[in-house]
């Protein structure tokens, strides 16, 4: 293992986990902690339509899957921010209309891409150097934007309702937010691919939600949790010539079961 360390492949493969490790701890606690997965699974899924827009016109995909996710998340967050009752449907909604459009631009390209399916199923083998750049200016850029409004975040989080009578600009951060997902979302695809991006962004900030006593501590460790997962499950998959990106899910998966079943057990032994 030491030695495939060295290849530059392997390397990049490593960077790109960990800064998604990092983008999917703070926006999946973000994420856990609003009670909106089925959002952020919404935007994620949708994203297949820049997929499409980027093979369809032979233009770059990453460029094209960041802007087509952030209008994803425009149009969701401006539908449902007044409309609580019918968040599901309208996401539900988002969610098939943006796969339905990747699914038919890519009928409708000429030929067969076999990197076509490194966006649903993740291949962070093949992410090259110049992805890792980009990768390397969102987390900045995450990070730089929920540490200027953390108060404001940490606030709406836990109650939007007192946060809107106090003043705090309820609205504009709800768009933040959803936008700052898609961002994590197109840094994740690479990685884990659109079928599985959901399990990262929620196994980590679940574990250690009931263990932190803030927002900020919450970040933290599932953004460590999430590093663990990733580089485990590169290990596996390198030992056993498996797929990466299922196996980093499986792996998280795995730690979970055993946590839960564990926390289990010991709740049964206090009583």
Request: hydrophobic share 60%.
């Amino acid at each position: 293992m030491i030695e495939v360390l060295q290849l530059p492949f392997m390397q990049n493969a490593i960077l790109a986990g960990i800064l998604a490790s990092i983008a999917c701890g703070i926006i999946g606690s973000l994420v856990v902690v609003n009670r909106s997965v089925f959002m952020a699974g919404g935007i994620a899924h949708a994203a297949y339509g820049g997929v499409g827009i980027a093979f369809f016109f032979s233009l770059p995909a990453l460029p094209c899957i960041i802007g087509f996710s952030l209008l994803v998340a425009l149009l969701m967050a401006a539908l449902t921010v007044r409309q609580h009752g019918r968040m599901d449907t309208i996401i539900g909604v988002l969610w098939a209309v943006g796969m339905a459009t990747g699914i038919i631009l890519v009928d409708l390209t000429p030929g067969y891409n076999v990197d076509l399916l490194s966006f649903l199923f993740g291949s962070i083998l093949a992410v090259p150097r110049s992805d890792v750049h980009i990768m390397t200016a969102l987390v900045c850029l995450i990070v730089v934007v929920v540490v200027l409004f953390y108060k404001e975040l940490l606030s709406i989080s836990y109650d939007r309702e007192f946060s809107q009578v106090r003043g705090v600009k309820v609205v504009p951060l709800h768009f933040m937010i959803l936008c700052l997902v898609a961002i994590a979302v197109v840094m994740t695809i690479r990685v884990v691919g659109l079928i599985l991006i959901m399990a990262l962004f929620t196994i980590a900030p679940y574990l250690v939600e009931k263990y932190t006593k803030s927002l900020a501590r919450m970040m933290f460790w599932a953004s460590a949790l999430n590093i663990l997962f990733v580089l485990a499950g590169l290990w596996l998959s390198y030992s056993f010539d498996l797929t990466s990106g299922a196996t980093i899910i499986l792996t998280a998966a795995c730690f979970f079961i055993v946590f839960e079943t564990t926390a289990a057990v010991m709740r049964k032994l206090r009583q």
